[in-house]
């Protein structure tokens, strides 16, 4: 027995179950869900063009926003590899100019120790000393200037590739 079957067919009960039961066929009958929709100005077939315009418009700039991003990346990358060959270079020539003055100033005080083992007095040792002293002087000074500058020309071509990469992402 089902519990439909309880309900008298005068009784308030069975007629608000059946009231109920039209009352869902209704909503759930494809033409009456069209006719509402049509009566509320929804047409399900624009609503659907809609929505399929509105998906595709969002991959798009999906894509866009993913190619922007991409470039951005491609473009850092290459910008760190730049600097980081740079940075590479420059303290290569910087070690070598380093040895360069190194190799020099021993180079300089072998040929004093050689001068001064054929020293013959005392004069001579204290002008030979202190013609020494104010050449080293002056090669420490111009191997400092020299250092200097080279170390200013490798912070200009450390810093070229993010200064080219901001001057290009400004225009």
Not at 101 to 127: C, P
Request: charge should be negative; charged fraction near 30%.
């Amino acid at each position: 027995m089902s519990d439909t079957e309880n309900f008298n067919a005068g009784d308030q009960a069975r007629e608000a179950y059946d009231n109920a039961q039209r009352t869902f066929e209704k909503m759930t009958d494809p033409k009456a869900l069209r006719d509402a929709q049509a009566a509320m100005g929804l047409d399900p077939a624009k609503m659907t063009e809609a929505f399929r315009s509105m998906s595709e418009r969002s991959m798009e700039q999906s894509r866009q926003a993913y190619g922007k991003l991409k470039d951005a990346s491609e473009q850092a990358t290459h910008t760190l590899e730049a600097t980081l060959e740079n940075v590479h270079n420059g303290s290569l020539t910087l070690s070598k100019r380093a040895i360069e003055g190194m190799r020099a100033q021993a180079e300089m005080n072998f040929s004093h120790m050689e001068k001064l083992a054929s020293v013959r007095s005392m004069a001579e040792l204290i002008e030979m000393q202190t013609s020494f002293l104010r050449r080293q002087i002056e090669m420490a000074t111009d191997q400092a200037r020299d250092m200097q500058s080279l170390s200013q020309s490798v912070a200009q071509d450390v810093m070229r590739p993010a200064r080219e990469a901001t001057n290009t992402g400004e225009s």
